[in-house]
């Protein structure tokens, strides 16, 4: 019983591990970068900022854990080809953001709860760069087409994964967290890793989390 729990528990505990070493690539990239670029256009200005889609945004985090997780119980070769994918979007996003770091200008949020959770995501990059492309979306984008082939995985979770990346997306912008050009360059992206997640090996990673020697 203690065996089957443990395997039953490596994938998640895999990608505990993938998302911190992201996290710490993420924010660590920025001691390095120089003065950001303004990707602020006027097509921003017409994208209203709605504090409240903040909620919606931060989804992204049980989203990016959960569902290679079911994934792997569902289709264990788009659960590798997904996770091949992310793994390479994470370097070839934080080249990006080494070679051209971006920015721009967030607006003031209100004095409500609403708006104080969007200061407190403000906040979490102290720089407030590594902007474009956005890897908010090129994640999401990646979600949408493993769920897009997986099926396997049973209706309801394909279908809520699919719905939380795209309103993911939007809300990338809403909430002024990332503007136009950051979710649009994040689609070359993620179609660029997913071509290269079909040609990464993950044949290793699968012995691990079966228990086997690879």
Not at 63 to 81: E, G
């Amino acid at each position: 019983m203690i065996a089957d729990l443990t395997a039953n528990l490596r994938p998640a505990i895999a990608q505990a591990i993938f998302l911190a070493i992201q996290c710490v690539v993420y924010f660590g990239v920025e001691k390095f970068e120089g003065p950001p670029h303004d990707i602020y256009r006027k097509i921003d200005e017409k994208i209203p900022f709605q504090p409240a889609w903040v909620f919606i945004y931060i989804l992204w985090f049980p989203l990016i854990f959960l569902f290679p997780v079911a994934a792997y119980f569902a289709n264990q070769a788009v659960y590798a080809r997904y996770l091949a994918s992310a793994a390479a979007n994470i370097v070839i996003s934080t080249v990006i953001y080494l070679l051209y770091p971006t920015s721009f200008e967030r607006p003031v949020p209100p004095d409500t709860f609403t708006g104080r959770t969007m200061k407190l995501v403000y906040s979490g990059s102290y720089k407030g760069v590594n902007c474009m492309p956005s890897m908010h979306c090129s994640m999401c984008y990646l979600v949408i087409l493993a769920a897009l082939i997986c099926p396997e995985m049973a209706f309801f979770p394909r279908f809520l994964s699919i719905l939380t990346g795209v309103l993911i997306v939007i809300s990338t912008m809403t909430t002024k967290q990332h503007a136009f050009l950051d979710m649009a360059t994040a689609i070359p992206v993620a179609a660029v890793c997913w071509i290269l997640g079909a040609r990464i090996p993950m044949g290793w990673l699968l012995n691990w989390l079966a228990g086997s020697k690879p």
